[in-house]
């Protein structure tokens, strides 16, 4: 099964940091883990990937467990425009992008 | 600007006729891709491209034909055998097909069947 799984939703408060887990227990060797985010009738935008190590960037940083079969998207200080569906996806060297889940609604409070 | 633009934003169509979806990118990638989205789901691949003239089918391809005759273009037709057309459609694009490239994707075409 090539599926990732997500929690349906989350809630956080502004300005506070965000964790936003993802399974993916099939995972290959060679997979990518990606993360992307939808805001209503938009298209997704990417965030964030990885292999092994955990990974940094302006928008947010990505911590893969040790035996690839879960990740954390971190979000350190969560605003409103951080609102949206994220989405964990997988996608490996051989061609197409798998299938996203459902992804994860994130609710930001002010 | 880079990027990817779809055409139109909205489109209404009668049942039983095949209709095109537009997608352009002037981002110099080989790779580009179709997916569908119902509401409140998940995005589903459709067809992608590695290269020009050169396409496979995603996870739901029946009733959708693709072309790739350019670089820049990789336009989606919905066909009548397509049994609930009706979805929000999104084309993306990568430098490649490989595990590290990152997808751009376009702002969707909303598709309606009446």
């Known amino acids: 099964d090539a599926k990732t799984t997500q929690p349906n939703s989350m809630e956080s408060n502004e300005e506070e940091p965000v964790h936003l887990p993802c399974n993916h227990s099939?995972?290959?060797?060679?997979?990518?883990i990606h993360w992307y985010r939808q805001l209503p009738s938009q298209g997704p935008e990417y965030v964030i990937h990885?292999?092994?190590s955990n990974v940094n960037n302006r928008m947010a940083s990505l911590a893969i467990a040790e035996d690839r079969k879960s990740s954390t998207l971190i979000l350190h200080r969560a605003t409103l425009r951080d609102a949206a569906v994220y989405y964990c996806t997988r996608k490996g060297n051989a061609g197409n992008m798998l299938t996203f889940g459902g992804g994860t609604r994130l609710m930001v409070k002010p | 600007d880079g990027g990817i633009t779809q055409s139109p934003k909205y489109l209404f169509r009668k049942e039983g006729q095949n209709v095109t979806l537009s997608c352009e990118q002037n981002l110099n990638h080989d790779a580009m891709y179709w997916y569908r989205q119902d509401p409140g789901q998940g995005l589903r691949l459709i067809y992608y491209s590695q290269i020009v003239n050169d396409f496979q089918k995603g996870d739901i391809a029946e009733g959708y034909s693709v072309s790739r005759e350019k670089k820049e273009s990789f336009p989606l037709t919905v066909t009548s055998a397509q049994k609930n057309p009706t979805a929000f459609y999104l084309c993306?694009?990568?430098?490649?097909?490989?595990?590290?490239?990152?997808?751009?994707f376009g702002p969707g075409t909303r598709l309606t069947v009446l």
């Open positions: 099939t995972i290959s060797g060679t997979d990518y």
């Open positions: 990885g292999l092994t």
């Open positions: 993306a694009s990568s430098v490649g097909l490989a595990g590290y490239n990152e997808q751009f």
